[in-house]
């Protein structure tokens, strides 16, 4: 598989498989020498070509005196994705019926987990929701179901 001047290893859609599971986004900029779209780093906001191994740093990353001086004071966790109206439905709907949470781990982890799964099973996320409780609907060859109920 051929793709621009550089050849396309097999591996290489496996490589953005494991990196998007680890919080890594999947750019619409592609490398210039084999097209592959580059994965960003959530952290380093740095790029990288799975398939040629090639890194673009960002540069746009505050050295840790600056940061001092400037008074920014890291955070420990910070999710990938602001929490969507969904999400905050699902907990105060929890809280009102006194439930508590399934494990000390924060929502977005558990969320990110239950993705993936569904994910490496053959299921693909749609736009659409669920008309009985507003939560996102996974698709599988014609088959749409409800990830909540």
Known sequence: MTQGSRPVRRD??????????????????SCADCRVPYMQD????DKLCVNCQQR?????????????????????HQ???????QMNWRS???EARGEPPASTRPASDLYADRIAEKMV????????????????VWRRTKILVCSLC
Not at 42 to 45: A, K, L, N
Not at 121 to 136: K, M, Q
Request: net charge negative; aromatic share 4%.
């Open 121 to 136: 099973e053959g299921w693909t996320l749609t736009s659409l929701v669920c008309l009985r409780c507003a939560w996102v």
């Open 79 to 85: 999710p990938s994705v602001p929490e969507s109206p």
């Open 56 to 76: 673009v740093t960002s540069g746009q990353g505050i050295a840790e005196g600056e940061a001092q001086a400037l008074g920014i004071v890291p955070h420990e």
């Open 42 to 45: 959530p952290q380093t906001g």
């Open 12 to 29: 290489s859609v496996s490589g953005m498989g494991d990196l998007l599971l680890r919080g890594w986004t999947m750019l619409a900029e």
């Open 92 to 94: 105060r709907m929890l």
